[in-house]
């Protein structure tokens, strides 16, 4: 690939310096149908007030951030093979992904499904899943006014302790860009599912200021994780 100039994402200066935005990192945004959202929903709701005890964990404070099918050996589309259409939404929308991305995959595997129910003054602390290559979030209830969007964190930038060496400069206060921003929130409405390369750091820091904040996270593998030439293996559900 060739940068140029005169694309439209390269940022211009006032000194009349480009700056060009090499290696990005891509969040999908993708949009469940109206009616298949509404029908969604209201399982994921009745799945929330009948799940037997053995589905469900609560973080360790207490009751402000709600789990079910969030133990290893679970999945919420095994554990509940009512959200099947759901689940094959999901998918398609990481083939289209891995798609959009420029590279190509047939058939992917979802290997965890949970589902998340947040109150108010939930947050949830940085963190990326491991052993996955995408991962993602569908919102079920969601009030972008008053439940806590979603922030990715900029692993280029420091963040808490870095044992690498490294120079620091005071952040410009006019000037928010890609490079010096630690943290990157995306704003989301309710029936959007994003996904993003596992690796990447995400979480909510502003206190979640009313009650369920239903979503949900799942982890997807291709089936078969290939250079195309030599080196292969594939995964089984
Ligand atoms: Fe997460």
Same mark, same amino acid.
């Given at each position: 690939?060739?940068?140029?100039?005169?694309?439209?994402?390269?940022?211009?200066?006032?000194?009349?310096?480009?700056?060009?935005?090499?290696?990005?990192?891509?969040?999908?945004?993708?949009?469940?149908?109206?009616?298949?959202?509404?029908?969604?929903?209201?399982?994921?709701?009745?799945?929330?007030?009948?799940?037997?005890?053995?589905?469900?964990?609560?973080?360790?404070?207490?009751?402000?951030?709600?789990?079910?099918?969030?133990?290893?050996?679970?999945?919420?589309?095994?554990?509940?093979?009512?959200?099947?259409?759901?689940?094959?939404?999901?998918?398609?929308?990481?083939?289209?992904?891995?798609?959009?991305?420029?590279?190509?995959?047939?058939?992917?595997?979802?290997?965890?499904?949970?589902?998340?129910?947040?109150?108010?003054?939930? &947050?949830?602390? #940085?963190? %990326?899943? !491991? *052993? +996955?290559?995408?991962?993602?979030?569908?919102?079920?209830?969601?009030?972008? $006014?008053?439940?806590?969007?979603?922030?990715?964190?900029?692993?280029?930038?420091?963040?808490?302790?870095?044992?690498?060496?490294? &120079?620091?400069? #005071?952040? %410009?206060? !006019? *000037? +928010?860009?890609?490079?010096?921003?630690?943290?990157?929130?995306?704003?989301? $409405?309710?029936?959007?599912?994003?996904?993003?390369?596992?690796?990447?750091?995400?979480?909510?820091?502003?206190?979640?200021?009313?009650?369920?904040?239903?979503?949900?996270?799942? *982890?997807?593998?291709?089936?078969?994780?290939?250079?195309?030439?030599?080196?292969?293996?594939?995964?089984?559900?």
């Amino acid at each position: 690939m060739t940068y140029q100039e005169n694309a439209t994402s390269n940022t211009y200066g006032r000194s009349g310096g480009i700056l060009l935005p090499l290696m990005p990192e891509a969040v999908g945004i993708f949009t469940i149908p109206e009616r298949k959202h509404q029908a969604y929903k209201k399982c994921a709701e009745s799945i929330f007030s009948t799940a037997p005890a053995n589905t469900r964990r609560m973080n360790e404070k207490g009751n402000d951030l709600e789990h079910i099918s969030n133990f290893n050996n679970q999945n919420i589309f095994n554990d509940f093979p009512k959200l099947k259409g759901l689940k094959e939404d999901l998918k398609e929308f990481s083939i289209q992904y891995i798609d959009l991305i420029g590279f190509t995959c047939d058939e992917v595997v979802i290997t965890d499904a949970w589902l998340n129910r947040a109150n108010i003054n939930a &947050i949830q602390k #940085p963190h %990326s899943h !491991n *052993n +996955s290559f995408l991962s993602g979030t569908y919102y079920i209830n969601f009030n972008p $006014k008053k439940h806590s969007q979603i922030t990715f964190y900029n692993h280029k930038l420091l963040i808490g302790n870095n044992t690498n060496p490294s &120079i620091s400069l #005071p952040r %410009s206060k !006019n *000037n +928010s860009t890609p490079y010096n921003s630690k943290e990157l929130l995306v704003k989301c $409405k309710e029936g959007q599912v994003l996904i993003w390369k596992s690796h990447l750091i995400h979480g909510y820091k502003t206190p979640n200021k009313l009650k369920n904040r239903l979503t949900l996270s799942f *982890n997807i593998m291709p089936r078969t994780c290939t250079d195309g030439n030599a080196y292969s293996f594939t995964i089984n559900e």
